[in-house]
């Protein structure tokens, strides 16, 4: 699945309101913030807590350009957790972690303005 990430790029074409819930989009904070040496592209290795229905997931994000390890901890941060694991290098990333692209295509995380509960639902 290609993602076009340029900032020129048309909307993607139509799709039903039931395909956009499909998407199951949370919020969870990140408990854990680790190097990830042997990735093939700059990444960290994360811990995210998305609260007691959904619980601790590992995701794989490259975020090394804007984030420092030491200060992602306690940051909340919005993923799709319902997409299967994907084998990352030695990681098995369960969540995809969501940003947006800076003017460089670095990426920016995505992130409520103010703190919310763990686990709620992007709508």
């Given at each position: 699945?290609?993602?076009?990430?340029?900032?020129?790029?048309?909307?993607?074409?139509?799709?039903?309101?039931?395909?956009?819930?499909?998407v199951?989009?949370?919020?969870?904070?990140?408990?854990?913030?680790?190097?990830?040496?042997?990735?093939?592209?700059?990444?960290f290795?994360?811990?995210?807590?998305?609260g007691?229905a959904?619980?601790?997931?590992?995701?794989?994000?490259?975020?090394?350009?804007?984030y420092?390890?030491?200060?992602?901890?306690?940051?909340?941060?919005?993923?799709?957790?319902?997409?299967?694991?994907?084998q990352?290098?030695?990681?098995?990333?369960?969540?995809?972690?969501?940003?947006?692209?800076?003017?460089?295509g670095?990426?920016?995380?995505?992130?409520?303005?103010?703190?919310?509960?763990?686990?709620?639902r992007?709508?």
């Open positions: 699945m290609h993602m076009n990430h340029d900032a020129d790029a048309p909307a993607a074409e139509t799709i039903g309101f039931d395909q956009f819930l499909a199951d989009i949370r919020v969870g904070t990140i408990v854990e913030a680790l190097p990830f040496p042997e990735a093939r592209k700059p990444a290795k994360l811990v995210i807590d998305f007691p959904i619980g601790r997931k590992r995701s794989s994000a490259q975020i090394t350009e804007h420092a390890l030491e200060d992602l901890v306690g940051t909340q941060v919005a993923a799709v957790v319902n997409f299967p694991p994907r990352i290098g030695k990681v098995m990333s369960e969540v995809l972690t969501l940003g947006f692209p800076d003017a460089e670095k990426v920016v995380l995505v992130r409520p303005s103010e703190p919310v509960p763990d686990g709620g992007l709508f």
